[in-house]
């Protein structure tokens, strides 16, 4: 319940922001972050598409989408705008983990783990996520894990 009241009082100050800033992506992209956690996933979308309206650059909205339409069991949409955060930030760290869970759902394995490698190159404090797949990939796909 506390998170739950938490969460409305951060959607309410992401909303008083978007009324001062209408043209303010880091606001609609909180915004649909706090409404992914609360469920309300069409309008958590409708506030990354906003943000990539305004900035069709910004990597983190490409990629927050992406998240929505997998929780959606939309793979084929997810890994699309995967593969947009992946083209404007080849370094997106986050971006490149989201990518091969997206694609272990669709056993594309091969290509999963290579995303998950470059998660691992990139952000080796974010490993831990990976051991989450693991059980899908016969000897770790050979993934070089960090010391």
């Known amino acids: 319940m506390r998170l739950q ?3 409305n009082d951060g959607a309410e ?7 001062i800033n209408p043209h ?3 606001a609609y992209n909180d915004l649909g972050v706090t409404l992914r956690r609360q469920g309300k996933l069409e309008e958590a979308a409708s506030c990354f598409e906003t943000a990539i309206t305004i900035n ?9 989408l992406g ?3 997998q929780d959606q069991s939309k793979a084929n949409e997810a890994v699309a705008s995967f593969e947009r955060a992946l083209k404007i930030n080849p370094g997106y760290a986050e ?3 989201n990518m091969g869970a997206a694609l272990t759902t669709q056993n594309r394995l091969k290509n999963a783990a ?3 490698q470059r998660t691992i190159d990139l952000k080796p404090n974010l490993a831990r996520l990976i051991t989450t797949w693991a059980p899908y990939f016969p000897n770790n796909a050979n993934l070089r894990m960090p010391r």
């Open 5 to 7: 009241g938490r969460l």
């Open 13 to 19: 100050c992401f909303k008083r922001v978007i009324e």
């Open 24 to 26: 303010s992506i880091e």
């Open 56 to 64: 069709p650059h910004y990597a983190e909205a490409h990629n927050n």
């Open 67 to 69: 998240n929505v339409l």
């Open 95 to 97: 971006a490149h983990n």
């Open 114 to 116: 290579f995303h998950f």
